[in-house]
T-cell receptor
Framework: GAGVSQSPSNKVTEKGKDVELRCDPI?????LYWYRQSLGQGLEFLIY????????KSGLPSDRFSAERTGGSVSTLTIQRTQQEDSAVYLC?????????????FGSGTQLSVL | GDSVTQMEGPVTLSEEAFLTINCTYT??????LFWYVQYPGEGLQLLLK?????DKGSNKGFEATYRKETTSFHLEKGSVQVSDSAVYFC???????????FGQGTELSVKP
């Protein structure tokens, strides 16, 4: 596609339920990132995929969070047993090769609300 | 650890006013610095960047100079427009993997 696509754009769920957020990066981009933007907190790095390398999971806040990237393209971020503090905008970004000076292209995000 | 601190928002200005959004950072080594902008209802996009000390990034009338001596990267624009209303994020590049460290964001509202 022309840009990074995320779905759904909005998700409302009940506390304790599991949710899956999807990211479709720009075709041909090998690097994919997930960030979280909480109210008043700014952007927080979650996880980074680069090609076939093991992902950098250092930003995942707890073991309830996991992410996969199948076939080096689409990625799914899964949050199990959601809590109210998980409410945030989840942003996905991609870049061509993950290089130091490469531009990141961001999706429009998924607004997650945990009631 | 590495961190970025921005001035608190929201910032409200009249059209054609001068804008400054302060950004300071702490980092080991010499990171690259960025300003990202998020317009209402849109995704985040890169506004400008500077990759080494004394570099000036500029785009759409916005400027920011990488000041190593004051560890700052303040965003400026001489004459803001209503269309500049958005949230602005300062960020530094943590490592080669593109793991950006963001500030908390500053909301700018420009009134006609």
């Amino acid at each position: 596609g022309a840009g990074v696509s995320q779905s759904p754009s909005n998700k409302v769920t009940e506390k304790g339920k599991d949710v899956e957020l999807r990211c479709d990066p720009i075709s041909g981009h090998t690097a994919l990132y997930w960030y979280r933007q909480s109210l008043g907190q700014g952007l927080e790095f979650l996880i980074y995929f680069q090609g076939n390398s093991a992902p950098d999971k250092s930003g995942l806040p707890s073991d309830r969070f996991s992410a996969e990237r199948t076939g080096g393209s689409v990625s799914t971020l899964t949050i199990q047993r959601t809590q109210q503090e998980d409410s945030a905008v989840y942003l996905c970004a991609s870049s061509l090769n993950g290089g130091l000076r490469e531009k990141l292209f961001f999706g429009s995000g998924t607004q997650l609300s945990v009631l | 650890g590495d961190s970025v601190t921005q001035m608190e928002g929201p910032v409200t200005l009249s059209e054609e006013a001068f804008l400054t959004i302060n950004c300071t950072y702490t980092a080991t080594g010499y990171p690259s610095l960025f300003w990202y902008v998020q317009y209402p209802g849109e995704g985040l996009q890169l506004l400008l960047k500077a990759t080494k000390a004394d570099d000036k990034g500029s785009n759409k009338g916005f400027e920011a100079t990488y000041r190593k001596e004051t560890t700052s990267f303040h965003l400026e624009k001489g004459s803001v427009q209503v269309s500049d209303s958005a949230v602005y994020f300062c960020a530094l590049l943590y490592n080669q993997g593109g793991k950006l460290i963001f500030g908390q964001g500053t909301e700018l509202s420009v009134k006609p």
